[in-house]
């Protein structure tokens, strides 16, 4: 999933957010990264990103989101 993520594609980003939700698939559990994941996934529309942006964002504080903010902009791979 993480190049189809890297690429842009939506669906591909909200399994990596939820992977990096519950530590599946052995990337260990990063709540910040999957909402920044989970961010990129709900610009794009896909079914079940905004709800999962909600979820993740009460288990969050503020200074977390920012970053998780910060953090989206860079985890895209730009076409080139």
Do not use: E
Not at 7 to 19: H, M, N, P, R
Not at 45 to 61: E, R
Request: aromatic share 6%; charged share 15%.
């Amino acid at each position: 999933f993480l190049k189809g993520a890297q690429a842009g594609d939506g669906d591909s980003q909200l399994a990596i957010a939820q992977c990096d939700d519950t530590g599946r698939g052995g990337v260990g559990r990063h709540l910040v990264r999957a909402y920044a994941w989970t961010l990129l996934a709900g610009q794009q529309n896909v079914a079940g990103a905004a709800d999962y942006l909600n979820t993740l964002s009460s288990a969050m504080n503020a200074q977390q989101r920012s970053y998780a903010v910060d953090l989206s902009g860079g985890l895209v791979t730009p076409a080139g």
